[in-house]
């Protein structure tokens, strides 16, 4: 592993545990370079997926860009850190385990979509503002009696 400080390209594993999940490893290492030392994670990859955008576009599934979206959406509300990344592992393990490479857009939105309302109200209409592009503070109000169950949501 290349350390990040100066660039050497060889490091030596100190430690290695699973993280809380069980979904990766945490390695601690240290530059045989400088010495200093840096963390680093493994997961398991099942399978590589793309992503099909509704206009058509494909791109490789990003699973740091996953977790940004759902982070974002629940920036400043008391939400465990863990949760949020339990929440983010789950959806990558149903996409690969779901069966085709392929993965519609569409169906990520819905699986963070889901899996927000589970944990935050507040977060869960954050990220749908982004997902459904709300234009207009109507649309936040309608939304928001779809949660309190005087709608039916889309």
Known sequence: MRCPFCGHDDSQVKDSR??????????????????????????????????????????????????????????????????LERLVSGIQRQLETAGDGEVPAKRIGELVMD???????????????????????RDFEDFAGTIAGVGEPE
């Open 18 to 83: 699973s993280t809380e999940d069980g979904a990766a490893i945490r390695r601690r290492r240290q530059c045989e370079g400088c010495g200093a030392r840096f963390t680093t994670f493994e997961r398991v990859q099942i399978r590589e997926l793309t992503v099909v955008k509704a206009e058509g576009q494909r791109e490789p599934f990003d699973r740091d860009k996953l977790a940004r979206s759902v982070s974002i959406a629940c920036r400043k509300r008391p939400i465990e850190p863990m949760r």
């Open 115 to 137: 899996g927000l309302h589970a944990i935050d109200h507040v977060a869960y209409i954050r990220f749908a503002s982004v997902y459904k592009d709300f234009t207009e503070a």
